[in-house]
């Protein structure tokens, strides 16, 4: 007699059902297919990794019928081949029909940008319905790809995250039960990027705005943005806090790698946290691809 265990993850085959705008850096996909039936996660920061296509392609080069073989034949290809690979977080899963939204942060795709647009946020500026894509993501609904894991008795949530987070940490916001104590600080470029964000706990959402020409615009929970350099704003912001009273606070924080690092010493260091008791998840890394990322871990 064998037992039969299913495998974590696998490949989705989808496609863009439609586009929707959050605000001038962000803008939300929704993605429907067939095989999303199979898509399972209990987790509010799901983890997932998006093959997208080169321009002129009609779906993204990934040769998963080699089976496990798929990785190193997909790193092979040429450049000007190769689906472009990047992680995100999954925004929402639906049913009934099987849909799920992923945010997209839009770098760089104004005409006049400093520093010019990266693959994934052209295609996200430009995608509509019917474009297809290829989806690597959790088939088992407790996976490892799940970070924000609270214990129990956390009396106290506290989350910081950039714009690459917001939508895992909305998630997470919106999750959190009744009676839930949760104080929050969401970092973003424009005082557009805002979102109301509706939830049962008892959270206090604070939105920093990067954009020195926008801090007297109004922001969505009455909050004014802050200004400054984005690690100083953000340390700044929770340093000066006051956090209630707490005996087993639970710290979530995620974004850049450099600012995770800063505010992970804050909370440790200077408010005494348990380091256990403290997750935190670089998305990104300043002046480096994904693909540089991943060839330097």
Not at 39 to 58: E, I
Not at 86 to 98: N, V
Not at 152 to 165: H, K, Q, S, Y
Request: charged letters at 25%; one cysteine or more.
């Amino acid at each position: 007699m064998t037992t039969a265990v299913a495998a974590p993850f696998r490949f989705f085959s989808l496609q863009v059902v439609r586009t929707r705008s959050l605000g001038p850096s962000l803008v939300r996909v929704t993605f429907a297919g067939d095989e999303l039936r199979e898509f399972c996660s209990d987790g509010c920061d799901q983890s997932l990794s998006l093959f997208l296509p080169h321009p002129g392609q009609t779906e993204p080069a990934v040769p998963i019928e080699l089976g496990d073989g798929w990785w190193q034949a997909w790193r092979e290809l040429p450049d000007d081949v190769r689906a472009v690979m990047r992680s995100y977080t999954l925004r929402q899963l639906r049913r009934d029909p099987d849909e799920i939204d992923i945010d997209f942060v839009l770098h760089g795709v104004e005409p006049d940008a400093a520093t010019p647009a990266g693959p994934a946020s052209r295609w996200a500026s430009r995608a509509a319905a019917g474009d297809r894509v290829l989806l690597l993501g959790p088939a088992v609904a407790d996976n490892r790809a799940i970070r924000f894991r609270p214990a129990e008795d956390t009396d106290l949530v506290v989350i910081w995250g950039d714009e690459t987070a917001v939508p895992a940490a909305s998630a997470i916001v919106e999750s959190l039960p009744a009676g839930t104590r949760a104080r929050v600080w969401l970092e973003v470029q424009h005082a557009g990027d805002v979102q109301d964000l509706v939830t049962e706990a008892d959270a206090e959402v604070t939105w920093l705005v990067r954009d020195h020409q926008e801090l007297g615009a109004e922001i969505p929970h009455r909050l004014k943005g802050v200004g400054g350099a984005p690690t100083p704003m953000a340390l700044g912001a929770i340093r000066d806090a006051q956090l209630p009273p707490a005996e087993r606070p639970y710290v979530w924080i995620a974004g850049e790698s450099s600012h995770i690092k800063a505010l992970r010493r804050h909370f440790v260091g200077e408010r005494g946290i348990d380091r256990r008791s403290v997750t935190f998840v670089g998305y990104w890394r300043q002046g480096l691809t994904e693909e540089q990322l991943r060839a330097a871990e």
